[in-house]
């Protein structure tokens, strides 16, 4: 009997783990996503124009990714395309997964036609939401969808649960074929042609032409709290957007918390993601209100000066016939309202609570001071350009403007090919300084070069950005892969270590991974480089990427095993 009792004991205990060991996952609440992306041609329709464009299942915008934080996600790309094709998840963090981070030429060789590649990823310590889109040339125009990122399972929000959730994704349409857009840019050196629409979850909406039926409504109840999950995957155009008769508290950007606020408007970059809570009015009102989404630009250049609308409609049972209800308007900042910008960004303001700390770096190893903005390229000979004075247009950081290698950056370093790919001498200052945001020089002509900013493990760095006014001052929405950063100081003018940063926040900072450096201006960031990979920084003003407005750090293994990175995986395409 004794032994029968102490034998079975042992027994029950392994039996019991060996549960507990097989479903560990659903245990602790995490899981692995898996989706099938297959790229693939398709006709839409908007403004009375037919075209065809490069979808994912054929859906435009792309289907929604949906995970918990802890999740693994595995996304298998299938090519059936003409064009090589790389998808990027914009903001995750990519810890030791800089295989799957997806920047073409940069973290993998794109996926080529007939070909498929799994990006496989976890997402830890986020939650809010992201997204992804296409990383080669301009395809991400009609390749981009949400990443929705929930909090682990029983966790609640930090603030009081939505009655539900939509996502909200601003995007950008061309009746014409994009790629050709970008391709004779960049051969005659002049500006792309500008967009024909702005859109709300695709839907340019009624303030166009032909476009009324191809609008967005949300559908709403009376004393409810949403959620807007908002995106902007607009190419070239930071954005306001504003709800008429409605406040929006803000609660979330780029996947992590932030101390709420209120405000009529928001501006929001491309790149960035901005979760608010819209609170409907308590009893169902006889009104529409229209919501908009319009530029706010500094440049010199052209740009689409339209905007986009969509509608709040409340579900009332005495309302049938929404056609006759009166209709608000919003009433957004006018285009360059650079005032609003500087008011509503210091606004952002990390949680930092005990379950949300921000772990700002409070001493830093590596200070280093970059100069981004427009220059040009000198025309080559019997060809006449149409950028600035004849040149072509270009772009650079610390007058490096960036050349693609033929061949994935991140390959090279690892298996020590980096010779004749890429060099680790990027400057940490500015070559030569001028009054960068004074009368510009004469000489507006940029380097090349392909050059990574090589940092040792776990190095603490802050990098100010310098705006510079060489073709004249400009917003420019930065962004990192494969980090958040602390935004610790903003301001106007030339930088001056002496008297700006005794202003700097290092206590509730905004944490994210796009950051406008003001035009004229600039923004101070914070980062401990503690995931080791290539990774790539640029300005998500998608034609500046393509003029060279962009760079790479190298990010050295650590010493001890999780500190470096694995192996790339055996489906890793080639160039
Ligand atoms: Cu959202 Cu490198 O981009």
Redesign the pocket.
């Known amino acids: 009997m004794a032994f029968s009792l102490l034998s079975s004991i042992p027994l029950a205990l392994f039996t019991f783990m060996l549960i507990v060991g097989l479903s560990k996952a659903q245990q602790i609440g995490t899981a692995t996503r898996h989706y099938k992306f297959h790229i693939r041609r398709a006709n839409v329709t908007r403004l009375c124009h037919t075209k065809s464009i490069v979808t994912v299942n054929g859906q435009y915008p792309g289907p929604k990714i949906v995970a918990r934080e802890g999740d693994r996600v595995i996304v298998e790309v299938f090519n059936h395309v003409k064009d090589n094709v790389t998808l990027?998840w914009?903001g995750v963090r990519q810890l030791r997964s800089g295989w799957a981070d997806g920047?073409a030429y940069v973290t993998q060789c794109p996926i080529q036609t007939g070909r498929s590649y799994a990006y496989n990823f976890t997402i830890a310590g986020q939650r809010g939401t992201l997204w992804w889109?296409a990383?080669i040339s301009w395809l991400r125009a009609t390749l981009y969808g949400p990443i929705i990122i929930l909090p682990k399972l029983g966790v609640p929000y930090p603030f009081a649960k939505p009655y539900k959730e939509v996502p909200m994704v601003f995007g950008e349409w061309w009746n014409a074929d994009t790629e050709a857009v970008i391709n004779q840019a960049l051969n005659t050196g002049g500006g792309p042609n500008v967009s024909d629409a702005y859109t709300i979850n695709g839907l340019p909406g009624p303030l166009y032409n032909c476009s009324s039926k191809d609008t967005f409504k949300l559908k709403v109840k009376p004393g409810k709290t949403y959620l807007l999950r908002i995106i902007n995957a607009a190419l070239n155009d930071e954005l306001f957007f504003s709800i008429a008769n409605h406040t929006l508290t803000t609660v979330d950007v780029d996947a992590v918390y932030v101390k709420p606020f209120d405000s009529d408007t928001i501006l929001i970059s491309p790149?960035q993601t901005t979760n608010v809570l819209l609170r409907t009015k308590p009893v169902g009102p006889s009104a529409t209100y229209l919501m908009a989404a319009r530029p706010y630009a500094t440049g010199q250049g052209t740009f689409d000066n339209s905007t986009t609308a969509g509608l709040l409609e409340y579900q009332n049972d005495h309302n049938k016939s929404i056609k006759k209800l009166p209709l608000f308007k919003p009433t957004l900042p006018s285009i360059n309202d650079t005032s609003f910008a500087t008011k509503f960004t210091n606004k952002l303001r990390s949680l930092a609570t005990e379950k949300f700390p921000a772990n700002v770096p409070q001493s830093i190893d590596e200070h280093l001071y970059f100069t981004v903005g427009l220059g040009s390229n000198p025309c080559p000979k019997n060809q006449t350009c149409q950028g600035p004075n004849g040149t072509k247009f270009a772009a650079s950081v610390n007058n490096v403007s960036f050349t693609m290698p033929t061949t994935a950056l991140l390959q090279a370093h690892y298996f020590g090919q980096s010779n004749g790919v890429y060099r680790p001498d990027f400057p940490v200052n500015p070559l030569h300084y001028f009054n960068y945001t004074g009368t510009p020089p004469n000489n507006t002509l940029v380097g090349k070069g392909t050059k990574l900013m090589a940092l040792r493990f776990n190095t603490s760095v802050e990098l100010v950005m310098q705006d510079t006014s060489i073709l004249g001052a400009e917003s420019h929405p930065l962004?990192l892969?494969g980090y958040n950063f602390f935004v610790v100081g903003q301001g106007f003018g030339n930088y001056d270590p002496s008297k700006d940063q005794a202003h700097f926040n290092l206590v509730d900072p905004v944490e994210r991974n796009t950051v406008g450096v003001p035009p004229g201006g600039w923004v101070a960031i914070r980062f401990r480089a503690d995931n080791p990979g290539v990774w790539?920084m640029?300005c998500?003003l998608e034609v500046h990427t393509s003029w060279g407005l962009k760079m790479a750090w190298l990010v050295l293994d650590g010493e001890l095993p999780n500190q470096k990175l694995p192996p790339p995986p055996a489906d890793l395409p080639k160039c």
């Open positions: 990027h914009h920047p889109h990383h790149g962004h892969h790539f640029h998500h």
